[in-house]
């Protein structure tokens, strides 16, 4: 069975309760990006959304997964089985630079929310990889290469679970090593992949 192993270049996570997201990207000008929102168990068969706007209160609706996108930039999916919800921003420009709400609808309630504040460059970016989705086989190896131009920790972690922050040790019983390679490159090497390995990772230097 195959492992697909997903994962962001971000500088933090927002949330630890209802929704935890990345709180920050940063992507080059005409590619795209897909955002994990991991949710709690008992939002499991609400509906699920994404809107823009600096102020929660007066965000604009893009995308829900009741209902398509308007103007196909946008698409989103729930995966209920790992209680994440993801949304993919496509052929992105600096007009969708900005601040994003990852939420939860609650039927008579205040819907449940967190921020993530997306930057759209033309530039080199400080921390970048040039996959954002690896598949793998049970009992395979998989190397993952971060590129970094900032100094500081380096992380591999999980969604949501917990990281890895020395040279080797272990993400929900999968193996990970880290090493430094040449031209500010980090590889993490996750052995003995599981079905169970399946799911959103994040690599991270200095803050």
Not at 82 to 102: A, K, M, P, S
Request: glycine share 8%; proline share 1%; with cysteine.
């Amino acid at each position: 069975m195959a492992v697909h192993v997903n994962f962001l270049l971000l500088t933090g996570l927002t949330g630890i309760h209802s929704i935890t997201t990345v709180s920050e990207v940063s992507v080059k000008a005409g590619s795209s990006i897909s955002i994990p929102c991991l949710y709690d168990s008992k939002y499991i068969n609400q509906v699920k959304y994404l809107c823009k706007g600096y102020f929660w209160s007066s965000c604009s609706y893009l995308v829900k997964t009741n209902q398509p996108s308007s103007s196909g930039q946008f698409l989103i999916s729930d995966d209920k089985s790992q209680r994440i919800f993801t949304v993919t921003i496509e052929d992105l420009t600096h007009e969708n630079t900005g601040y994003y709400w990852c939420a939860v609808e609650i039927n008579k309630g205040d819907d449940v929310n967190k921020y993530i504040y997306l930057s759209v460059t033309g530039g080199t970016l400080s921390l970048y990889a040039k996959n954002q989705k690896l598949t793998g086989f049970n009992g395979d190896n998989i190397t993952i290469n971060c590129y970094y131009t900032n100094t500081g920790e380096t992380k591999w972690c999980r969604l949501g679970i917990s990281c890895v922050t020395r040279s080797s040790g272990s993400i929900d019983r999968t193996k990970v090593t880290i090493s430094e390679g040449a031209h500010s490159v980090f590889n993490v090497t996750m052995s003995g992949l599981r079905t169970e390995s399946s799911g959103w990772y994040w690599c991270a230097k200095g803050e």
